[in-house]
């Protein structure tokens, strides 16, 4: 089984920067962060597929960055300008599936989540 852990959330103003990490033991076709703000879904915020497709939200093209060093076995998520609604536990997630890689539904494995909380 795939172990997924995150660090490097943590609060910032507006407009400041984060960077996320994730170690994860093992590579899969799939491999993405995703966020959930109290009382809403958990939505997609950037995902990569074993070709090295990436996509972004479109809440966060132009913002963050997400980059994987498979030497290390580390996903980054490099997150600037930061807003408000950015405000959300943030996770990082494995799938087997490339052909939906994209959504949600395509990831199983799942780590505990780091806090990002950006104020105004």
């Known amino acids: 089984q795939v172990q997924l852990v995150e660090s490097g959330g943590g609060s910032v103003q507006a407009g400041g920067s984060l960077r996320p990490s994730c170690a994860y033991t093992?590579?899969?076709?799939?491999m993405g962060w995703f966020r959930q703000a109290p009382g809403k879904e958990r939505e997609e915020v950037a995902t990569?597929?074993?070709?090295?497709?990436?996509n972004y939200a479109d809440s966060v093209k132009g913002r963050f960055t997400f980059s994987k060093d498979n030497a290390k076995k580390i996903l980054y998520l490099q997150m600037n300008n930061l807003k408000p609604e950015d405000t959300a536990m943030y996770y990082c997630?494995?799938?087997?599936?490339?052909?939906?890689?994209?959504?949600?539904?395509?990831?199983?494995?799942w780590g505990q989540g780091t806090q990002v909380t950006v104020s105004s």
């Open positions: 997630a494995t799938g087997i599936y490339k052909e939906i890689c994209r959504t949600k539904a395509g990831y199983t494995r």
């Open positions: 093992a590579n899969r076709a799939c």
């Open positions: 990569i597929d074993s070709d090295g497709d990436t």
